[in-house]
C-alpha cells in the first residue's frame, strides 16, 4: 500500500497507522506503519478478502476511517498495490481591524475579499464585525493575502494586501491585524527616487515639526512601500525633515512642507525625493605579460547609449586614473591612447555602477607591448646645411703675384695685343648661361666670381712678366 497526499500524489506519507482485518471484521494485525517512502508492505496472507483500517493519519493530515478492501487470489503471483490518499487538515485565518493610533479600538465594517498566493479569489464580502473581527475557515495549508475593499467609516482605505499563512497541522486560526487611519488631520508622505517616481523607497528616517520648529514626532522610517501615514494632526503647517535617507541615496535636508487644513476628509499626500548615491571607478592600466603598471593611457567614459561621460582620463606614475560622480547604471570604457611603446586596446570594457556601491570599482585594462621592429620612428630634426667647399673671400684686394723685381703687381694690365682683343674671354659680354636656361644660384655665382678673379690675376702677372723681359732687352 502506497499513502499519497490527496493534492499531490507525488507527495507520499510516512507514519500513517493501520490495523489488517479478515472479511469478518477480524483483526489480524495491528500497528501496520508506513514507512519514510509512505509504504506499508504485508506478506505470507493466504488468500481470502481483506481489509485495511487507518487508525492514524499522518502528521498535519485528517484520519480517514473508510476501510480499504483487497483481495489475495489463490495462485497469485504479482503483489497487489493500493494507492490510498490523506487530505491536509484545514486550517483557518482571522483579521482584527484597529484604529492605526489606538490598537484597542476595533473598527466595524471593514469588507475585504481573501486570495490566495496566485491571486485567485478564495472568499470576498467579508465584513468585520463589531468587535473589528473576520473570519475564514476550511484553509488548506499555504499563504493568503486580505485585501481591503472598503474602509470603516471616517478612515481610510487601506489596499496594501496583508499576508496570512496557515500553517500545517494548525489547530487554531492564524490572525493578523490591520489598522486605519482616520482621514481627518493625516498625513502620508511617500519617498520616491527623484527619477523615477513610480520607485518607491523603503528605510528613510524622518522627524515630524510643527511651524515653530517643535518635534511633534521622530524616527519616523518609510516602511516597504516607502510610506509613512502620520494620524491626529491638529490643522496648521507642518514640515518633515530627512534624518537618514534610504540605502544608496543621498540625505535630503530641505524640509518638505505641507498643510492640514481643517475638517479635512482626506490625508494629505507629499512625496519626498532622493538621488542616488553616485559612484566612482579606478581605471589601472598594466603590462599584459608582467602586471607592471603603465603611465600614459587615455581612456573616454561612455554611457550604455554612447554618450560622453568623461573623456581624457590619464593614468598616472602608478598607472591608475579615478573617475567620481558616476550615477548607478552600466557605462563604457574605450582607451584613446595607448602608453608609449604599447599597442592601443580597441576593446570597448563594459562595467556597472550598482545602486549602494560604497567602495570604488576597479578595473584591470591589460596592453601588449608593440613587437620589435614595428614601432615607428621617431621624426629626425633637419640637418644643417652644408658650407659651400670654398670659403668665400674676407672682402679685401686680392695681393697681386710678384713681378721680377721682387715687388707687387699694381694691378694694373699691360697694353692690349692689336686687335682689341679682350684679355679674359670669359668675361665677354657674349657669355650665356649654362645648358637648361638657368642662372647660377648664390652660392654657384660666389664661386664663379672667384674663378674669374683667380685667371684675371694670372693674366695680369703674365703681362706684367712680359713687359719687363722686353724692357731689359731694350735696355
Known sequence: MEKVDAADQQLLLAGAVFSLLDEAGNVLEENLMTDQHGRLEINNLPPGDYQLVETKAPE???????????TI?????????????????????????????NGDIRLA???????DADGNVVAEQLVTDENGLVAVSDLVPGTYYFVETKAPLHYERDAEPVAVTVEKGQ????????????????????????????????????????????????KLVTDETGRI???????????????KAPNGYDLNEEGLAFTIERSQEAAVVVKAENTLTPGSVEIVKVDSSDGARLEGAVFTVLTEDGDMVAEGLTTDESGSV????????????????????????????????????TERLVLTVENTLIPPGEEPKEPQPPSEPKQPPTEPGDG?????????????????????????GDPSPLLSKGAQPASGGQLPQTGETEMFMFMVAGLLLMAIGALTLVNGRLARKRG
Not at 192 to 218: K, M
Not at 229 to 243: A, C, H, S
Request: hydrophobic share 35%; proline share 6%; glycine share 10%.
Open 396 to 420: 679685401q684686394t686680392p695681393t697681386g703675384p710678384q713681378n721680377n723685381n721682387g715687388g707687387t703687381g699694381t694691378g694694373k694690365t699691360g697694353t692690349p695685343k692689336a686687335g682689341g
Open 109 to 115: 465594517g471593514a469588507e475585504f475579499m481573501l486570495t
Open 322 to 357: 579615478q573617475l567620481d560622480g558616476l550615477a548607478p547604471g552600466t557605462y563604457q570604457l574605450v582607451e584613446t591612447k595607448a602608453p608609449a611603446h604599447y599597442q592601443l586596446n580597441e576593446t570597448p570594457i563594459a562595467f556597472e555602477i550598482s545602486k549602494g556601491q
Open 229 to 243: 501615514i502620520v494620524t491626529d494632526l491638529k490643522p496648521g503647517n507642518y514640515q518633515f525633515v530627512e534624518t
Open 73 to 101: 487470489e489463490k495462485g497469485q503471483t504479482v503483489t497487489p498495490v493500493i494507492t490510498v490518499e490523506n487530505t491536509l487538515i484545514p486550517g483557518a485565518a482571522a483579521l482584527i481591524k484597529v484604529d492605526q493610533d
Open 60 to 70: 498535519h493530515y485528517q484520519l480517514d476511517a473508510t476501510p480499504i478492501v483487497f
Open 171 to 218: 489547530t487554531e486560526a492564524a490572525v493578523v491585524k490591520k489598522s486605519n487611519t482616520l482621514i481627518p488631520g493625516a498625513v502620508v508622505l511617500e519617498k520616491v527616487d527623484s527619477s523615477d517616481h513610480s520607485t518607491l523607497l523603503a528605510g528613510a528616517e524622518f522627524r515630524l515639526e510643527d511651524e515653530q520648529g517643535t518635534v511633534i514626532q521622530e
